[in-house]
């Protein structure tokens, strides 16, 4: 049907992240993959671009890894490179002192546990077909993840061209919608993804994905981020065309390696 065109995976949850090669698919998704997040010491919750009113600058930090993540191995520990180009390892007796300074809300490091852990969003007023507008919501992310709903986020190179016909104003990128796969199903066209929704996606020979469900996408489509505007026109095209889906949510039933140029496929779910 298609193949693997980008990897990507984001070492602190809504912090910007890296492009890679290869990468080992796990249970709880790709490997090193939001395993590190920032929690906002008042709340107990997750620091998060979903709420850009109380973190209005999440995206203009960076990290990376020190160490490429392995298997049954523990995590590596990050860089993270500040708003003003300054950069802080994790290993840093001072990280916490410094994500505080340049947050300007008292926080700290940490890496998902077995307790349940929330995050807020905001939901913008001047999108039409949203609920609650203007309102802060909350949610609990998986059990021992830091991620908004499943393990693995997909999206495809037809549903970005769509998108860019709808809005050919707008600065359209992958960097919008923060996946952690971008797919290439050459002759495709449209919101090709809402089809796929509990069917299995085949990477390569071993790795398998049940599509659990649409992406609901939210406020941080529309936030400024590296060389893109802030656009809110992104949000409502999604909402007023798709029923604010764009891209699916996974969760991994085989685990493996996969590649970039690997072939997909698209099959039934057999229980």
């Not at 080992?24 to 997040?37: F, S, V």
């Not at 392995?70 to 802080?88: H, M, N, Y």
Request: some cysteine; proline content about 7%; hydrophobic content about 40%.
């Amino acid at each position: 049907m298609g193949s693997v065109a980008s990897i990507r995976r984001y070492p602190v949850k809504s912090m910007m992240g890296e492009e890679l090669t290869a990468i080992d698919i796990t249970k709880k998704g790709l490997l090193g993959d939001r395993a590190y997040g920032v929690i906002d010491m008042s709340t107990g919750k997750l620091a998060n671009a979903k709420n850009p009113i109380k973190w209005p600058e999440m995206f203009s930090f960076h990290a990376n890894y020190l160490k490429a993540p392995e298997l049954d191995a523990p995590i590596p520990p990050i860089r993270i490179t500040l708003p003003g180009g300054a950069t802080v390892s994790s290993t840093d007796e001072k990280i916490h002192t410094t994500l505080t300074e340049s947050l300007k809300r008292e926080v700290k490091l940490a890496s998902p546990s077995g307790l349940d852990v929330q995050f807020e969003g905001y939901i913008p007023e001047n999108v039409e077909g949203l609920e609650d507008p203007g309102t802060i919501f909350t949610r609990t992310s998986p059990p021992g993840t830091f991620f908004d709903i499943a393990m693995v986020h997909i999206i495809t190179i037809s549903t970005i061209n769509y998108l860019r016909k709808i809005l050919p104003d707008s600065d359209i990128e992958a960097a919008r919608f923060r996946p952690n796969m971008i797919l290439d199903v050459p002759d495709e066209d449209g919101f090709i993804e809402n089809s796929w929704v509990d069917k299995v996606l085949q990477i390569g020979e071993n790795v398998q994905l049940k599509i659990l469900q649409p992406t609901k996408r939210c406020v941080m489509t529309t936030l400024a981020q590296g060389d893109l505007p802030k656009d809110p026109n992104v949000l409502k095209s999604i909402v007023k065309n798709n029923n604010g889906n764009f891209g699916v949510y996974a969760e991994v039933i085989q685990a493996g390696k996969i590649h970039h140029g690997d072939k997909v496929k698209i099959r039934e779910f057999v229980s």
